[in-house]
């Protein structure tokens, strides 16, 4: 789920390595998480990548599953505050607003760090080893927060039902941004904002 922005990869390396050993080893499994995924990025291969010690891994996160844990609060309180002011930016009414949710997302769907739902890609691979019980209560807060958010935007913009249709407009989110794993396609967020367009329509 990585930066909204378009990164310059040199500038990214010299960056992480002006960090302090903790934050190096958090931006390091951040973006290895994301990208190659949990069960395939090792110990040894972020502390090496971030310059950093076993001792002060487990010194500073005490496991791997701790790290995890600090990588995807991190993520998640990024992502959902650069989509919120997306969303903000767009329109001085909260009509408006929701009418921007996918061109809120145009900017990380189109960088070079576009990796998928964080929560979504750790919770299926969660799944897959029997699952943890604070891995879905992350995503499902993860998720409740983001619904929250919709869900004023909607009471405010006078939606009869607004708990409803922050679900369709999450419904459409998650869609666009799974279809973007398979695909590739940025067009796949023409085809959202069609659905979105007919969700704010006819809701309910």
């Not at 390396?13 to 499994?29: F, G, N, Q, W, Y």
């Not at 499902?140 to 708990?163: N, Q, R, T, V, W």
Request: glycine share 10%; charged share 20%.
């Amino acid at each position: 789920m990585s930066s909204a922005t378009l990164p310059n990869p040199d500038a990214d390396r010299d960056s992480t390595r002006r960090l302090s050993p903790h934050e190096r080893i958090i931006e390091v499994a951040r973006d290895l998480f994301c990208r190659d995924g949990i069960h395939a990025t090792g110990i040894d291969r972020i502390l090496s990548e971030a310059g950093a010690s076993k001792m002060t891994l487990y010194n500073r996160f005490g496991s791997k599953e701790a790290l995890l844990r600090e990588v995807l609060a991190r993520e998640g309180t990024e992502w959902r505050t650069t989509f919120f002011a997306g969303i903000e930016a767009a329109s001085p009414d909260p009509t408006g607003r929701l009418a921007a949710v996918i061109d809120a997302l145009r900017p990380w769907f189109i960088g070079d760090r576009f990796y998928g739902c964080a929560f979504m890609n750790a919770a299926a691979e969660g799944a897959k080893g029997g699952g943890a019980t604070w891995l879905r209560e992350m995503t499902a807060g993860h998720h409740g927060a983001i619904l929250a958010f919709l869900a004023g935007l909607a009471a405010d913009a006078g939606y009869a039902e607004p708990a409803v249709l922050a679900r369709q407009v999450l419904l459409v989110v998650d869609g666009a941004i799974a279809a973007m794993m398979v695909s590739g396609d940025p067009a796949v967020l023409d085809i959202a904002a069609l659905n979105l367009r007919a969700v704010l329509a006819h809701p309910g």
